[in-house]
């Protein structure tokens, strides 16, 4: 298929990839690819020109299978290209929408659209090939302030209030979908697949760092939003926080997965991003105050069980691993394009083996924590039994055998770095 059958100016397309031959099948006004290159491959599904057409969107759309509210008595369209597709404005009888191609799917989000807070800003209808979202369909509405144009602003300010203020209440917002997600569908970790998943990473990007976590149960399987940015949160005219849910990175297309992954992803997505704006602008603000702000935010609304100390501790893969997910990820989308060294995420990554060993030595001191505290159980019953003897004396050795085990334990604790902390710092 060639390349001129397909829409123009597809920035959405990995420019260091080359189109090989075909022969996978393509709906009405569009053009399969395939494309390859330094050890991944991307399918598309790319519109034809004839879809900014009012004939060719019909003649498109009546072979496609539709769901919920959807433009009738189309009067105008125009086509606009981003880095996650086309996207087309469309004038009709019953008002103004946009229509959003994803060229390489993503995740089913009518399921998370259904359970957002309510007021969020998602698609009501769209279209379907084998069951699969091609085409998604929301109205258009009064432009809202995003927050990552002004977090970008108080960064470049080095505004802290402000910046704190904003992140805690992004972050607040992510935790209300958490909440409501729990609610929905959850199931526990799913600790085999998800190693399995990092592993196919490191081994496309041939990544000298290997890292594989115990997930733990405060950490489970849900609808996740997967890539969550600064610019998915918006101000409407009353000052309510919006969410919006709409196509995936190209990430998600170069890295097939049909896993369900924890909530706790969406956090450490969110805290990847604000370590790229915190990059980008070269504030002087401490990251990690920013940081804490966002992690406070989202504790506030997201399930309790989510928030304790062990689901976001290091020990257990926590929030780090999935920021190290985030990091590789960049590198995937930076090699598809050739585009050069992506900051913060590199600095991150050279990190981990560091970080990983550190908590291998850690092992050592959990490991002591646990003998002492069988030895202080033993010496406890000893005692106990001598009591029941009428032998009774100061019990010094089981105080001093549990003291040396809660020490050893609370150095088991601070070994992992605090997940306000950022590792690449």
């Known amino acids: 298929m060639s390349q ?14 080359v189109e090989v031959d075909t022969d996978a099948i393509a709906p009405v006004g569009f053009t399969s690819h395939l494309m390859r290159g330094l050890r ?14 009012i004939e060719g969107w019909i003649e498109a759309t009546d072979e496609l299978e539709a769901w919920g509210e959807l433009p009738n008595e189309i009067s105008n369209i125009e086509m606009n290209s981003t880095d996650r597709g086309p ?30 807070p309510e007021g969020s800003d998602v698609p009501c209808g769209g279209y379907q090939f084998e069951e699969a979202d091609l085409i998604l369909i929301r109205r258009q509405h009064p432009s809202n302030v995003f927050a990552n144009s002004v977090l970008v602003d108080h960064l470049e300010r080095d505004d802290l209030d402000s910046a704190t203020t904003l992140i805690h209440r992004c972050g607040s917002k992510l935790g209300e979908y958490h909440s409501l997600a729990e609610k929905e569908w959850t199931n526990p ?17 041939k990544a000298a760092s290997l890292w594989r976590a115990p997930f733990t149960r405060g950490a489970p399987a849900t609808l996740s939003l997967g890539d969550v940015r600064f610019s998915m949160f918006s101000e409407d005219k009353e000052g309510k926080m919006i969410l919006r849910l709409g196509p995936s990175r190209l990430a998600n297309g170069l890295i097939e997965t049909n896993l369900d992954l924890p909530g706790i992803r969406d956090l450490a997505s969110l ?22 702000a966002l992690i406070s935010g989202w504790c506030s609304t997201a399930p309790p069980k989510w928030c304790s100390n062990r689901s976001l501790s290091a020990h257990t893969g926590g929030l780090v691993i999935w920021e190290y997910e985030q990091a590789l990820l960049d590198v995937v989308e930076a090699v598809s394009h050739q585009s050069g060294r992506p900051e913060p995420a590199v ?11 550190s ?53 088991y604790q601070a070994a992992a770095p605090p997940p306000e902390e950022p590792i690449h710092c």
């Open 189 to 205: 970790p799913d600790q085999r697949r998800w190693n399995e998943r990092f592993g196919e990473i490191e081994q496309r990007l």
């Open 87 to 116: 996207i087309y404005n469309i004038t009709a009888e019953n008002g103004n929408w946009f229509a959003e191609i994803q060229p390489w799917g993503g995740s089913k989000i009518r399921p998370r659209s259904r359970i957002a």
């Open 40 to 53: 991944f491959r991307l399918n598309l599904l790319e519109p034809k020109e004839s879809l900014s057409t």
């Open 359 to 411: 908590l291998f030595s850690s092992r050592i001191i959990s490991a002591a924590s646990w003998i002492f505290l069988v030895l202080g159980s033993l010496s406890l019953y000893q005692w106990i039994n001598l009591a029941i003897d009428d032998t009774i004396f100061f019990p010094l050795s089981p105080i001093v055998l549990f003291s040396t085990s809660f020490f050893f334990r609370h150095r």
């Open 4 to 17: 001129s059958d397909s829409a123009p100016s597809q920035t959405w397309r990995p420019a260091a990839m």
């Open 347 to 357: 600095t991150l990554i050279e990190k981990v083996p560091v970080l990983q060993k």
């Open 271 to 292: 805290l990847h991003d604000l370590s790229r704006l915190h990059y980008d602008t070269e504030s002087t603000l401490q990251l990690s105050q920013l940081r804490s």
